[in-house]
DNA sequence: CCGGAACGTTGTCCCGCCGCAAACTGAGGG
DNA sequence: CCCTCAGTTTGCGGCGGGACAACGTTCCGG
C-alpha cells in the first residue's frame, strides 16, 4: 500500500497544530477504506471498535427507532471525525453511519483514542469544538421542528445540505449528494408526500430544481426567505 | 465563609476517581452561590466567565431564537456540570441559564478549565460521557418531535422529567419543580392550550393529577404506553 | 379587603398536513 | 428489449391541532 500524505491531514482542525512528523505518526497507523454509496460504516450497537475520519463524500448517520424505520439523519460533511464513541467512554456505536454518496475514510482502533488525546496537542480541543458545533446544530433541528411550520422547515434543511456540501454553478447549488424525498422527509419530520409537493411548487416557482435523487437550489434566496429567516 | 464538605463533589462522576486532597484543592477554587427560582445564571452571548456545577435543584438551558419567545429548554438535574463553554473553546455562552427551582451551584473562573483537565484523571473522561448522553437526549428529542403525536410528545417529556426529578409519592410521581403549561408546551413544539386540554383529560382519567404550576404523575405506567412506548 | 396580573381552562372555527390510493417515469438487470 | 422496482407525482378526504377569544382561578401587592 502506498503512503498517504501528511498534506491530507495537515489542514484539518483536529491536526493543525501538529508537526509534520506526528502527522506522520499518525497516518502511519492509520487504514484508508473507500465505501461505496449506500454502504454501512458501522451499525447502532456494534462494538465500537474503531472510529473514523471522513476524508471525501458525506456521512449519514442514522438513529432508527426500535418500532420503525423512522431515522433522524444527520449529515457529517468530509473532514470530520465520526464513530468517536470511544471520546464517550462507549464500546459500542449509538447510531448508524451509511455513505450518502461515494466516500473514502481513515480510521484506527478505538484503543488509539486515549493516546491521541494525551499525545497531541490540540487534538482533544479541536474535537470538543466539533462536538460543541454539532450539539449546536442539534439545537436548530429541535427548534426548527418544535417551532416551524413544514414548509419552512424544508426550505432551512435543504439550505444546509446545500451549504454543507453543495457545490455552485453560477448562483445556483447543487445538493453535492444523492438524496430522496423520503430522506429529506425523515429529516424534516413529515412525509414525503409533502415534501414532493412542495418541491414541484418551489420548481414551478423556479426557486429549485430536481431530478431523481437529486436537488438544485437555483435561487438559494428566496428559499432563504421561506425558510422565515432565523 | 465556612469551609465546603469535600463529601459534596466526591460522589460526583467528575470527581469520583478524585483523591480527597485533589478534591479539596478544586473545593478551594469554587465559588458556592444560591439562585432563587427564575434567577438567571447566565445570558446567551454573555463572556463566558465561569462554568458551573449544580448542587442541588434544576437548570433549565433555554435557546431563544432571534425573531421570538420560542424556546428549547433542556432540564440539567443536580449533579451536572453546565455552562462549560470552555471545554468547546467558547468565550461566550450559547444558551440561557435559568434556574427552573431555588438552586444552589458551584463555579470556576473558565481559565480553570485547562487545568482541571490535564491535572485531574478522570475529569474529561467523565465529562466527555456526560456531554454524550446529553447528545443522545437530543436526538432523542428531535426523533420524537420528528415520528410523534402531540399527545406522544407531551406524555413522553412529562416522563422524562418526572425520572429526571420527580419524587415518588407511592405509585405516583412528583415533578420536582413548578412547571407551566406554557414551558411543557415549547418543551414538545405545540401551544399551551393543547397541553392544557391534555392535562385535562387525562386528570379525567386519574393518570395525572396536577395543580398551578404542578404536575404529578400518579400512573406512570399507563403514561408510559401513551408515549408510543420507545 | 380589593384590584390586577399571571396562570389556567374551555369552546369554536378553520386550515395545513397526513393517510391512502393510483398512476407515471426513469434506471438497471436479465 | 422488456420487465421490474424504486422513486416520484398528484388528487382527495379527513382531522388534528393551531389561532382566537372569553371566562375562571390563584396569587400578590397595596
Redesign the pocket.
Known sequence: MAKLDESLLAGLPPFSRLSRPQIREILDLAMPRRFEEGTTVFHDGDPAERFFLLLDGIIRVVRTTPDGAQVIPLHIPAGQLFGIAPAFGRDTYPATAVAAAEIVALSWPSHCWGGFVSRYDGFATETWKTIGERMGELHARIADLATK????RVASALLHLANQSGTRVGNAIEIGF??????V?EM??????????L???W?KDGIVS??????TVTEPHRLFLLSGAS
Chains 1, 2 share one sequence.
Open positions: 411550520a413544514v414548509e419552512q444523492p438524496i430522496t424525498r423520503a430522506e422527509a424534516t419530520g413529515t412525509t414525503l408526500h409533502t415534501v414532493s409537493r418541491l414541484s411548487a420548481e430536481s431530478a431523481r435523487k437529486q436537488i
